[in-house]
């Protein structure tokens, strides 16, 4: 059985699509709604991790669905749907007052610092 793991964050007035470009009103950009997903599937995948690993996103494919104003709750939940030797996927739930926000489909990689890191461009 796979796993899963839920997170919670308050919509800052610095995260809105206002504040960092992505569009002009004071609402939850998505920007930073997918940046909530993927910290939450990240932590879900924290315990499959050796001391010298760790997770980078790799594939999301998201639907913004419904606008949060700044100092709303949502709740973020990942669950692991497959795993593929290294590479694990998820389902995401975004959710606020129990609305269903915004939902994804996220693909993590299990990598080697240190060797990815020699990869930088």
């Not at 839920?6 to 206002?18: G, L, S, W």
């Not at 790799?58 to 497959?82: C, Y």
Request: glycine share 4%; charged share 25%; hydrophobic share 40%.
């Amino acid at each position: 059985m796979f796993n899963a793991f839920e997170k919670i964050f308050t919509v800052k007035e610095t995260e809105t699509a206002e504040a960092v470009g992505s569009g002009g009103l004071p609402v939850l950009s998505t920007p930073h709604m997918i940046a909530y997903m993927e910290n939450t599937a990240m932590t879900l995948l924290a315990s499959e991790l050796n001391e010298n690993d760790t997770s980078v996103g790799m594939e999301i494919n998201v639907k913004h669905l419904a606008p949060t104003a700044v100092n709303k709750v949502v709740s973020v939940e990942a669950k692991q749907t497959d795993k593929s030797g290294k590479v694990f996927t998820y389902e995401i739930e975004a959710y606020v007052d129990k609305e269903l926000i915004g939902k994804a489909t996220h693909k993590r990689a299990i990598v080697d610092r240190e060797k990815f890191m020699s990869k930088i461009i």
